[in-house]
């Protein structure tokens, strides 16, 4: 059987290894609109966390098994329709993920100053389609909404010492912005209470312990939450009872001291506050602040809601980072899509109405989850599309031409794919210019200088 998966990241990748290790004759050809393979591991990850990356490993040993091939630089559903994939090979799995992100929906969200988070990461961590975004980081208060581990990697990059991150593989420009950058004080805000911030409990450490920046977090949003977390599960409660220590700690003097007379670099939780208004400076060009409509809880738990109360609050801050969370746009006309949730309607993987099409990862569950939640999300699709060629439901009688076929069509569309071993070319410059900087890699952020390292 011949296996098309299209995005390389490790809702693909992890589909990929399932199939090649689970059936000894399938061939499987993963396809990536980007020269260079990996997605969010890639331009998702926050540099300071190579540890995470460590999975990139794996991805290459799947993809130098002589049963898998790559193909970069080649976008499904304009370079290749799915139809036309699925005429050359028995199975298509869509693990394209979510390349969008959620709008907040209210006025000024497009005044200059407010940036997407997903933009953001995507500046520092090199995607191309965000290398020109320069932020302005000439404010001295920045404001994310969100309480997610996103939320926090940007707080913690905006405050980091500048000595920790020169060690990552942050690319070179967006580090000569955060050298020049004024921001020191960073609020995280959210919609609901302390019981339902989406971050864990390993990333809320982190912050906490970032050398030179204090934590900033008002004891009277966790009274009598000792009682509430009591039936709450164990990560949950060990979250909350991390965040209240936090709260009641006093700032110690030491740390002031040992700082000099500088004020320290601040962050701080904030909850209960819907966004309401980006507000304009005077002259209208940017933004200054924002309005916040303050909400009650009704419900608890996750389920709890959050109810405008009618009271109102503004904060200025010169920057404004939107972390909602990601969308997945459609992929291709012949291709069913749940809009309201943003998700490809599907049953264990399974494309509705649709045999021998498949989905994995953020566009077949929604943008939720760590790389090992996509791993056993890839895992199950894999496993289905596996039941149903041993079922019979998948005919594979008929030959198909995989990339064969596929080829032909790129050529007449002048569409030149990269190879892994093309990959490997950019890896290998990119790993030498970073050896040279003293950081892990140097990340190549223009695609026409990634083909042109591979002479394309």
């Given at each position: 059987p011949?296996?098309c998966?299209?995005?390389?990241?490790?809702?693909?990748f992890?589909?990929a290894q399932?199939?090649?290790?689970h059936?000894?004759g399938?061939?499987?050809?993963?396809?990536e609109?980007?020269?260079?393979?990996?997605?969010?591991v890639?331009?998702?990850?926050?540099p300071?966390?190579?540890?995470?990356k460590?999975?990139i490993?794996?991805?290459?040993?799947?993809?130098?098994?002589?049963r898998?091939?790559?193909y970069?630089?080649?976008?499904?559903?304009?370079?290749v329709t799915?139809?036309?994939?699925?005429?050359?090979y028995?199975?298509?799995?869509?693990?394209?993920?979510?390349?969008?992100?959620?709008?907040?929906?209210i006025?000024?969200?497009?005044?200059?100053?407010?940036?997407?988070?997903?933009a953001?990461?995507?500046?520092?961590?090199?995607?191309?389609?965000?290398?020109?975004?320069k932020?302005d980081?000439s404010?001295e208060?920045?404001?994310?909404?969100?309480?997610?581990?996103?939320?926090?990697?940007?707080?913690?990059i905006?405050?980091?010492p500048l000595?920790?991150?020169?060690?990552?593989?942050?690319?070179?420009?967006?580090?000569?912005?955060?050298?020049?950058?004024?921001v020191k004080?960073?609020?995280?805000?959210?919609?609901?209470?302390?019981?339902?911030v989406?971050f864990t409990?390993k990333?809320?450490?982190?912050?906490?312990?970032?050398p030179?920046?204090?934590?900033v977090?008002d004891?009277a949003?966790?009274t009598?939450?000792?009682?509430?977390?009591k039936?709450?599960?164990r990560?949950?409660?060990?979250?909350?009872e991390?965040?209240i220590?936090?709260?009641?700690?006093?700032?110690?003097?030491?740390?002031?001291?040992?700082a000099?007379a500088?004020?320290p670099?601040?962050?701080g939780?904030?909850?209960q506050?819907?966004?309401?208004?980006?507000?304009?400076?005077?002259?209208?060009r940017?933004?200054r602040?924002?309005?916040?409509?303050?909400?009650?809880?009704?419900g608890?738990?996750?389920?709890?809601?959050?109810?405008?109360?009618g009271?109102v609050?503004?904060?200025?801050?010169?920057?404004?980072?939107?972390?909602?969370?990601?969308?997945?746009?459609?992929?291709?006309?012949?291709?069913?899509?749940?809009?309201q949730?943003?998700?490809?309607p599907?049953?264990s993987g399974?494309?509705?109405?649709?045999?021998?099409?498949?989905?994995s990862?953020?566009?077949?569950?929604?943008?939720?989850?760590?790389i090992?939640?996509t791993?056993?999300?890839?895992?199950?699709t894999?496993?289905?599309?596996?039941?149903?060629?041993?079922?019979?439901?998948?005919?594979i009688s008929?030959?198909?031409?995989?990339?064969?076929?596929?080829?032909?069509?790129l050529?007449?569309?002048?569409?030149?794919?990269?190879?892994?071993?093309?990959?490997?070319?950019?890896d290998?410059?990119?790993?030498?210019?970073?050896?040279?900087?003293g950081?892990?890699?140097?990340?190549?952020?223009d695609p026409a200088?990634?083909l042109?390292?591979?002479?394309?």
């Amino acid at each position: 059987p011949r296996v098309c998966v299209v995005g390389s990241g490790p809702a693909g990748f992890y589909t990929a290894q399932h199939i090649l290790k689970h059936h000894g004759g399938a061939l499987v050809d993963i396809y990536e609109k980007l020269p260079v393979p990996f997605g969010l591991v890639r331009f998702g990850v926050a540099p300071d966390h190579p540890e995470v990356k460590n999975v990139i490993n794996t991805f290459t040993q799947t993809a130098r098994s002589e049963r898998c091939a790559y193909y970069g630089n080649v976008t499904v559903g304009r370079d290749v329709t799915v139809p036309e994939l699925r005429q050359a090979y028995h199975a298509v799995v869509l693990s394209y993920g979510a390349e969008d992100n959620r709008v907040l929906g209210i006025p000024g969200e497009n005044l200059p100053g407010v940036y997407s988070a997903r933009a953001f990461v995507g500046w520092y961590n090199g995607l191309p389609e965000n290398q020109d975004l320069k932020p302005d980081l000439s404010c001295e208060t920045a404001l994310i909404l969100g309480h997610g581990n996103v939320a926090l990697d940007i707080a913690r990059i905006l405050l980091s010492p500048l000595h920790l991150l020169r060690k990552t593989d942050i690319t070179d420009s967006s580090l000569a912005a955060l050298a020049c950058s004024k921001v020191k004080r960073v609020w995280l805000v959210g919609r609901r209470g302390p019981l339902q911030v989406a971050f864990t409990i390993k990333e809320l450490r982190e912050m906490i312990n970032l050398p030179g920046a204090r934590a900033v977090l008002d004891p009277a949003d966790f009274t009598g939450l000792e009682s509430a977390v009591k039936d709450a599960s164990r990560p949950r409660k060990r979250l909350t009872e991390l965040m209240i220590k936090t709260a009641l700690e006093k700032p110690v003097e030491m740390q002031v001291a040992a700082a000099g007379a500088a004020a320290p670099r601040e962050w701080g939780l904030k909850f209960q506050r819907s966004p309401q208004e980006v507000l304009p400076s005077a002259d209208g060009r940017r933004a200054r602040g924002i309005r916040m409509a303050l909400t009650r809880l009704e419900g608890s738990g996750d389920s709890a809601k959050a109810v405008p109360t009618g009271d109102v609050e503004e904060l200025e801050c010169g920057l404004v980072l939107s972390s909602i969370g990601y969308q997945s746009l459609p992929l291709d006309p012949a291709v069913p899509f749940d809009s309201q949730r943003g998700v490809i309607p599907n049953s264990s993987g399974r494309v509705e109405g649709v045999p021998g099409l498949y989905c994995s990862g953020w566009v077949k569950r929604g943008p939720t989850g760590v790389i090992i939640t996509t791993m056993n999300d890839s895992f199950d699709t894999a496993q289905s599309l596996l039941e149903d060629l041993h079922g019979g439901v998948l005919d594979i009688s008929p030959s198909r031409e995989g990339f064969g076929l596929v080829e032909s069509i790129l050529h007449s569309r002048g569409v030149r794919p990269v190879s892994f071993s093309d990959w490997e070319k950019i890896d290998a410059a990119e790993v030498a210019r970073g050896k040279a900087a003293g950081k892990p890699r140097e990340k190549i952020v223009d695609p026409a200088e990634m083909l042109r390292i591979i002479g394309h």
